[in-house]
């Protein structure tokens, strides 16, 4: 059974760009969730996706949005990128039940 | 909103030891805590969960005890081995499938 996979590992912007982050759950997943991963740092919950809506968001500004398509992957977007967005950006699936993690996109922000 | 606070930040032990990693919640909504181990450079994985429907839950070497009353939850591993060394994250949630709140981590070292 694939696990989740994010794309694109990596990726690099400069500031004010915008940024999108891709996940694919676990088949048979319908909720997405997404964290961020500041270098250090724990993980602070982003926002949470299940049956193609947003079920509840972090304490981060709305340039933080996403989506999720019928399915069940899921897009993250970042508007007007800053250089504190810098981080690992990790996403999971469940079915609900336990949260299992991607890999994770590494968002460096020059 | 939820809280979790996760104590110590970094343990050192020596391989074949105990290491004992602990986290307390604010929400007394809370009812289900899962742990993750995550090496460098790799995904968190979940290693053990516990609902407050159980005070205590054991996995080979790795044992999770919560106290609902006091609000904290513990990790214990035994016989520690090399390959346990990571960070390690509690987390604290209502309900398995809703979003997770998570401690701070702990990094392990387990010295050989």
């Known amino acids: 059974e694939a696990g989740v996979t994010q794309s694109p590992t990596h990726l690099i912007k400069t500031r004010g760009q915008q940024a999108t982050l891709r996940c694919s759950p676990i088949?048979?997943?319908?909720?997405v969730y997404w964290y961020q991963q500041a270098l250090g740092l724990g993980l602070q919950f982003l926002l949470w996706y299940d049956e193609g809506e947003e079920r509840n968001r972090g304490n981060f500004p709305p340039r933080f949005s996403g989506r999720q398509f019928p399915n069940y992957s899921s897009e993250l977007n970042v508007n007007a990128l800053e250089l504190e967005d810098s981080a690992l950006y990790l996403c999971?699936?469940?079915?609900?039940?336990?949260?299992?993690f991607g890999d994770g996109t590494r968002l460096s922000i020059l | 909103g939820e809280n979790v606070e996760q104590h110590p930040s970094t343990l050192s032990v020596q391989e074949g030891d105990s290491a004992v990693i602990k986290c307390t919640y604010s929400?007394?909504?809370?009812?289900?805590f899962p742990w993750y181990k995550q090496e460098l450079g790799k995904r968190p994985q979940l290693i053990i969960d516990?609902?407050?429907n159980v005070g205590e839950k054991k996995d080979q070497r790795i044992a999770v005890t919560l106290n609902k009353t006091a609000k904290h939850f513990s990790l214990h591993i035994t016989e520690t081995q090399p390959e346990d060394s990571a960070v390690y994250f509690c987390?604290?949630?209502w309900g398995a499938g809703n979003m997770l709140t998570f401690g701070g981590g702990t990094r392990l070292m387990v010295k050989p």
């Open positions: 929400d007394s909504a809370s009812n289900y």
């Open positions: 999971a699936s469940s079915l609900p039940g336990p949260q299992h």
């Open positions: 987390a604290a949630s």
């Open positions: 088949s048979g997943h319908t909720s």
């Open positions: 516990i609902r407050s």
